[in-house]
């Protein structure tokens, strides 16, 4: 294959991508302007993180590629293209969930107050400091990202 019919199948591929993203991402949100709402309510109600959710339904497809590369002539419930189109958009998906938590966290850098020790710089993983200082300043975004302290339901009451 020369690199000009790579180039051709790629953008194709992409093409193909933007094309089922835009079709079947009202459905997978529930028409919610979050577009990791799937991933994030799934999550809720199964209890693990969004991460691990994206994580289950992308080996569902990885799992169907792999069927099929181990045997061609298996019968197939919807096109084999449509399983690499779709594994493009959970790479693109996950990435976003990626993102959205270093976002955050880079959000919870800040200062707090100990009446003991006096004013002190709030740094990702402190322990329990982090959950309170967030629960006092970003009062949504705590509720929002509750679950992942280990110590959410620990934290000095304000």
């Not at 976002?103 to 329990?128: N, R």
Request: proline share 4%.
């Amino acid at each position: 294959m020369t690199k000009e019919q790579y180039d051709n199948i790629r953008a194709h591929l992409n093409e193909c991508a933007e094309g089922v993203m835009s079709l079947k991402q009202p459905e997978y949100t529930g028409e919610n302007e979050d577009v990791l709402h799937n991933f994030k309510s799934t999550a809720d109600l199964v209890g693990i993180s969004p991460l691990e959710v994206w994580s289950v339904f992308f080996i569902k497809h990885v799992q169907s590629v792999t069927s099929h590369a181990k045997n061609p002539d298996l019968k197939e419930s919807e096109p084999i293209k449509e399983r690499y189109v779709d594994l493009l958009n959970y790479i693109h998906l996950g990435y976003a969930l990626v993102k959205e938590q270093e976002d955050v966290k880079i959000e919870f850098v800040g200062t707090a107050h100990d009446p003991q020790f006096g004013d002190y710089k709030i740094q990702p993983g402190d322990a329990g400091t982090e959950a309170a200082y967030i629960k006092k300043k970003y009062p949504k975004i705590y509720e929002k990202y509750k679950k992942y302290y280990e110590d959410g339901n620990k934290t000095n009451k304000d």
